[in-house]
Nanobody, 118 residues
Framework: VKLVDSGGGLVQPGGSLRLSCAAS????????VGWFRRTPEGLRELVAT???????TYGEFVKGRFTIFRDDAKNTLYLQMNGLKFEDSTVYFC?????????????WGEGTRVTISS
C-alpha cells in the first residue's frame, strides 16, 4: 500500500489550498482514511478523517474551514482548506488504516508542506 500526498504550498492568510492523497490501490481497502498534521511538539494531530461507514470527523481547530472528501474512482482523498491561518503552517500527512487480524496497519504518505505567510 502506498499513499502519495501532494498539493501543499505557500499561500497568504485567508487563502485556500487543496491537498490530494493518491492511493496505489482502492480506497475501499481502508477502514479509515484521513489527514493529520505535525504539531510543534513533533506529534501528529487529527485534521479530518472519513471512516468506512462514512462518518467524518474534524479536529476542533478546523471550525468549518476544511472539507475532506474522496473520489473512489480515482483512488484519491482530498482536503479542501479555506480560510488558512498562520497557525495552519506545518506538514500534512494522509493516512489509511488497513484492517489486520489484530488492529490496523497505518499507511502514511510522506507529507506535504503548507506555509501560510504574508
Amino acid at each position: 500500500v502506498k499513499l502519495v500526498d501532494s498539493g501543499g504550498g505557500l499561500v497568504q492568510p485567508g487563502g485556500s489550498l487543496r491537498l490530494s492523497c493518491a492511493a496505489s490501490e482502492t480506497l475501499s481497502q481502508f477502514d479509515l482514511v484521513g489527514w493529520f498534521r505535525r504539531t510543534p511538539e513533533g506529534l501528529r494531530e487529527l485534521v479530518a478523517t472519513i471512516s468506512r461507514d462514512g462518518t467524518i470527523t474534524y479536529g476542533e481547530f478546523v471550525k468549518g474551514r476544511f472539507t475532506i472528501f474522496r473520489d473512489d474512482a480515482k483512488n484519491t482523498l482530498y482536503l479542501q482548506m479555506n480560510g488558512l491561518k498562520f497557525e495552519d503552517s506545518t506538514v500534512y500527512f494522509c493516512r489509511g488504516d488497513v484492517p489486520q487480524v489484530y488492529g490496523h496497519f497505518h499507511a502514511w504518505g510522506e507529507g506535504t508542506r503548507v506555509t501560510i505567510s504574508s
